[in-house]
């Protein structure tokens, strides 16, 4: 024998421990026996000892170094083990304690081998939920990490089909899962199958693929309560409510961005372990294909996102937006407990008419407008508008002149005669940022337009005079910024959506129900500064003459106006993260939306520079110096990321360049190969 434990032969020992059993096990092997070969006779000698158990579950796992060798073709040399390394045969599905979006927990077995991108999938499937591309998991963080905060750990992990030699980062271990189990919590809604058994999968779907039309509610709820997902309690237990986080700076968001994890590595590989707690979270906030015929559960689960965003003062709304996001929550409270009309009872040929008007559509195209509109010619729009610069330490007020909007370009003039004079301003709006500043009691209707120079942002407001020149206005400069005209097929649509959303926020005389029928606890219809500045019966009586304007809604007309209204703020979207750009000292914050960036101000949040993803060439990390490196055509942008892994910030961007591929006429399973290789890191 050896100094090394090799026989003259070149073979050696090999222990193995089951931990199913807790027990080891100890194989003579040689370097070049293959892992599928290491497991056939792991099975054989558990079998001698009449040991009689499914094994088709397991796995081995090299703890040392963190990873699993699912390569069975692979040899043990390959993979660099030895005599002294001790593997583990261990289940690839464990328990994973999910905490919803709703602020449910459900239980459920997930594959914990394979990459995390795959394992929510697997659960979403499992929920009923279609596009699981725009969600992933999320660490549990307290408050006291959030206010503290913790420094980024910008370790490699190198996971893909030719490296498996992985790098990861065990910092981040799993929550242990305090809160599952308390009142409140539902039964009904824990999914719990032994391993090997048909129902746990690790592998795509097979004639119902992630987000296709065929991926129905009833088709994957095995062993789930569907209505309890579709339909979430209204007040969470006491113990949830603690533990709720509730920023209370733009530093405290970014740091709850510290916790996404890597979707291009195992479970296992980042921490995790049996039992633990994970939060299942909408990542990408952009939502596509809502279909209320098959996503009952999802639209639930966004609404959720949005209220508890609110609730918790993620995003900041004025008084009258929180009184109409209550009075949309309250009816689809009410709602919830009406038999809704049942949209699968839909005859056959309207599903015909309804597929052949579309194709109709795709093939003449759509217009705008009146029939007799001139197709031939973009729409344009001239009005008086007020207009106000804001510089600091002035108290110049708005002033009137005559504005023209055509294209993209948006021109001032003194007065409507002076049009074919050049004007006093003329820019062009792509690229901007629009947000609005609306007051309907007051009769404040304003467009607030940031626009890029080459300092930075300059801004501009602009105020109209009703609601039905303020949604003409907001339409054109929203497609503007985006880069489309007033004769694309949207804009009729979206001064409908506005003036609709306007119409919910009127004051009205009276409520419809009596107050005395409501069962309104404030705090979980206002955020926390609206409850300070008003008396509860005060707050009660306020959502109730809000919920005059939308009391003839169903219950997904509710949901879906909900999030519509949410979609509308102005921070809605936007990922925050703290950043230090090469060759700065200073800590200055960068938020990610669906499709720019933006440099913006730590303490404010103001917009201070943006980056449209249209005009982006490349975006990497160098690993070296923990570099996040974007390029533009305009610009390039080097900088490190101080409250996460600069993967999670690569992640974001190359996850919404993922999601915006995303069309109704390609095929609609997901390419999970394309998202890896938006998504990992690589130059």
């Known amino acids: 024998m050896m100094a090394d434990g090799r026989l003259i032969d070149g073979s050696w020992e090999l222990t193995i421990n089951v931990t199913d059993l807790d027990i080891s096990r100890t194989l003579r092997v040689m370097g070049d026996l293959h892992i599928g070969g290491v497991m056939f006779r792991l099975v054989e000698e558990l079998g001698t000892s009449e040991i009689a158990q499914d094994w088709s579950d397991h796995a081995l796992w090299w703890p040392s170094?963190?990873?699993?060798?699912?390569?069975?073709?692979?040899?043990?040399?390959?993979?660099?083990?030895?005599?002294?390394?001790?593997?583990?045969?261990?289940?690839?599905?464990?328990?994973?304690?999910?905490?919803?979006?709703?602020?449910?927990?459900?239980?459920?077995r997930v594959n914990f081998s394979v990459k995390v991108f795959a394992a929510v999938i697997t659960i979403c499937k499992e929920l009923g939920i279609r596009h699981?591309?725009?969600?992933?998991?999320?660490?549990?963080?307290?408050?006291?990490?959030?206010?503290?905060?913790?420094?980024?750990?910008?370790?490699?992990?190198?996971?893909?089909?030719?490296?498996?030699?992985?790098?990861?980062?065990?910092?981040?271990?799993?929550?242990?899962?305090?809160?599952?189990?308390?009142?409140g919590t539902p039964q009904q809604s824990t999914m719990q199958r032994a391993p090997g058994t048909p129902g746990n999968v690790g592998t795509p779907f097979n004639a119902n693929t992630p987000g296709s039309m065929h991926n129905l509610l009833d088709a994957s709820m095995d062993?789930?309560?569907?209505?309890?997902?579709?339909?979430?309690?209204?007040?969470?237990?006491?113990?949830?409510?603690?533990?709720?986080?509730?920023?209370k700076s733009f530093v405290e968001k970014a740091r709850i961005n510290a916790g996404w994890l890597d979707s291009s590595v195992s479970l296992m590989e980042q921490g995790f372990r049996d039992n633990d707690t994970l939060l299942l979270r909408y990542k990408f906030l952009t939502f596509y294909d809502l279909n209320p015929k098959y996503d009952a559960i999802r639209?639930?689960?966004?609404?959720?996102?949005?209220?508890?965003?609110?609730?918790?003062?993620?995003?900041?709304?004025?008084?009258?937006?929180?009184?109409?996001?209550?009075?949309?929550?309250?009816?689809?409270?009410?709602?919830?407990?009406?038999?809704?009309?049942?949209?699968?009872?839909?005859?056959?040929?309207?599903?015909?008419?309804?597929?052949?008007?579309?194709?109709?559509?795709?093939?003449?195209?759509?217009c705008i407008g009146s029939h007799d509109s001139d197709l031939t010619s973009i729409p344009e729009l001239g009005d008086y508008l007020k207009y106000l610069k804001p510089k600091k330490f002035t108290l110049k007020g708005f002033k009137s002149y005559w504005f023209t909007f055509k294209n993209t370009h948006l021109c001032q003039y003194s007065s409507k005669d002076d049009v074919n004079?050049?004007?006093?301003?003329?820019?062009?709006?792509r690229g901007c940022e629009v947000s609005s500043d609306v007051n309907i009691s007051a009769a404040k209707y304003s467009i607030k337009l940031q626009i890029p120079v080459p300092e930075g942002m300059s801004e501009v407001w602009l105020r109209c005079e009703n609601e039905q020149q303020y949604s003409r206005w907001m339409a054109a400069c929203r497609l503007a910024c985006k880069g489309k005209t007033m004769a694309d097929s949207s804009y009729e649509s979206e001064v409908a959506s506005i003036?609709?959303?306007?119409?919910?926020?009127?004051?009205?005389?009276?409520?419809?129900?009596?107050?005395?029928?409501?069962?309104?606890?404030?705090?979980?219809?206002?955020?926390?500064?609206?409850?300070?500045?008003?008396?509860?019966?005060?707050?009660?009586?306020?959502?109730?003459?809000?919920?005059?304007?939308?009391s003839e809604l169903s219950l997904y007309e509710a949901k879906i106006n909900y999030v519509k209204a949410w979609q509308a703020l102005p921070e809605f979207g936007i990922t925050y993260f703290t950043v230090k750009f090469r060759n700065s000292k200073k800590e200055e914050l960068l938020g990610i939306a669906f499709n720019r960036l933006i440099r913006m101000d730590i303490n404010t949040g103001s917009a201070l520079k943006t980056w449209r993803y249209n005009s982006m060439k490349s975006w990497n990390i160098n690993w070296e110096v923990k570099e996040m490196m974007v390029q533009f055509e305009e610009d390039n942008l080097a900088f490190y990321c101080t409250c996460a892994n600069c993967k999670v910030v690569h992640e974001f961007i190359g996850g919404y360049i993922f999601c915006s591929m995303r069309s109704k006429e390609s095929n609609q399973s997901l390419d999970e190969e394309l998202f890896h290789k938006l998504t990992g890191g690589w130059s």
Request: charged letters at 20%; proline letters at 6%.
């Open 65 to 108: 170094k963190n990873m699993w060798l699912t390569r069975t073709r692979s040899t043990l040399d390959q993979y660099g083990v030895h005599a002294d390394t001790i593997l583990h045969f261990t289940p690839m599905h464990k328990l994973l304690h999910l905490h919803l979006p709703d602020l449910q927990f459900v239980d459920l």
């Open 299 to 366: 639209i639930n689960q966004i609404y959720s996102t949005a209220r508890w965003a609110l609730l918790t003062e993620e995003l900041d709304c004025t008084e009258e937006e929180m009184m109409l996001f209550a009075a949309l929550q309250l009816q689809a409270q009410l709602q919830s407990s009406v038999p809704q009309p049942d949209l699968y009872a839909s005859k056959e040929p309207d599903d015909i008419d309804a597929a052949l008007n579309e194709l109709q559509v795709s093939l003449e195209g759509s």
């Open 132 to 183: 699981p591309e725009e969600l992933s998991l999320l660490k549990r963080s307290s408050a006291k990490d959030i206010k503290k905060g913790q420094k980024p750990e910008n370790k490699q992990h190198i996971h893909d089909e030719g490296r498996d030699n992985l790098n990861t980062s065990t910092s981040s271990q799993g929550y242990n899962g305090k809160m599952h189990g308390t009142p």
């Open 223 to 247: 062993g789930i309560d569907a209505t309890g997902l579709a339909i979430s309690p209204v007040s969470p237990t006491k113990e949830v409510m603690d533990e709720l986080i509730r920023p």
């Open 499 to 550: 003036l609709a959303l306007l119409s919910m926020q009127q004051p009205t005389s009276a409520a419809v129900i009596n107050p005395n029928q409501a069962d309104i606890q404030p705090e979980y219809f206002i955020a926390p500064r609206f409850l300070k500045k008003f008396k509860t019966k005060q707050i009660a009586q306020r959502i109730l003459e809000a919920h005059a304007n939308v």
């Open 421 to 429: 004079e050049t004007p006093l301003m003329e820019v062009n709006l």
